[in-house]
């Protein structure tokens, strides 16, 4: 059994997901794909546009074999926390082989030399980040300087180093090398470079169109023609039967009485206690709060250039799950990810799950009503939390039943059994 992981979102699965699903079977000559996927948020710090069922079944039939989930408490996280999770989930299976991650370089030499620096941060490197942290910029900005800075005292003259670090797949992609080494695992790590569009781009560019100009399509003028060329027909059928049952789309704009009202009653003291709020965070988003009837608003009022928009949102959504920061220390410092929660599989992947079963290094749970007799303490606590979450995020179901308790109700997804 010659297994490939991948660490996705499909936020939702389009034809470049397919692409670089097939292309790293092909290149790592695995038979079997895993993927870790985040649930109903996503890293942006914003809600899944369909929910991580329909996610999952997407992804399976795309061809995945079994997905997991990468908890929330990760899931909308920064790259580093999201990355060292979903790497640490591969490796406690027990039975992944290699990684593969899309790239805008499409290089592992480059990342890798950037992941051995950031995971063994040599004096000077700690140095010069310290150096322009205090000097008030975002720790993304700060990290970029510091990594050219001492590149060039190293003498290693990488020519396009500052665009190496500045995409957003290439910085995952460092992360997940970064992981891998810091936990000294036998995964081999192979990299894809990114086809088409950039993810950011809004507009629609064939069949390789990004994840966001998908999702904007859908979000201005519904499930029309103009996606039929850059997703796959399973996944449109997806789709439409979300649509149809009212579970979806999704948009962030859907929680901004919620969020704003939670915000609120939180004042001032217990957004302090919110992920992400170090540096005074907290203050600035009152004062904006203040001023808000948006979330959209309030993260325009609140971002600056060391309050990153990504690190803001992440704050301001997590009120929903009911993350606090002093969980997500414990979290990160008991060792990340607690159990493998297992969202779908199909044949292949039922082949998986028994190998897991003798293999992994963390409970494995099918049955979500398990949860309390196979973990421990911690582990139950970010399954609570990830249960709650759920609850809120079905608030943003159109039309459909919003009742809590659908992390115990909803099944997993089989395929093909």
Known sequence: MKVVGLIVEYNPFH???????????????SDYVICVMSGNF?????????????RTKMAILGGADL???????YGMSSAEYFAKAGVSLLCKTGIVDSLCFGSEIGSLEE?????????NEPYDYKSLLKKYLDGGISYP???EKALLDYF???????????DYISKANNILGIEYLKALINMDSKIKAVTIKRQGSDYTDINLSGQFSSATSIREIIQTDGLNSAIKSTISESTFNVIKEEVESGRGPIFTNYFDNIVLALLRRLGRDGLEHLPYMGEGLHNRLYKGLLKSSTIGELVDKSCTKRYTRTRVLRGIMHSLTGLQEEDFKEFNSSGGPKYIRVLGFNSKGQQMLGEMKEKATLPVIIKTADYTKILDETGRKMFEIESASTDMYVLGYPTAKKGIGQ????????IGL
């Open 15 to 29: 034809l470049g997901h397919l692409y670089h699903l097939e292309t790293a079977k092909k290149v790592t000559s």
């Open 42 to 54: 996503i890293q942006r710090g914003e809600p899944a546009m369909f929910d991580k069922w329909a």
């Open 67 to 73: 997905v997991i989930e990468l908890p929330v408490v």
């Open 111 to 119: 990342l890798r030399a950037i992941a051995e620096v950031l995971a």
């Open 141 to 143: 900005a700060a990290r």
């Open 152 to 162: 060039k005292l190293a003498g290693l003259d990488y020519e396009h180093l500052s």
């Open 407 to 414: 992390e115990f109700t909803r099944n997993v997804v089989r």
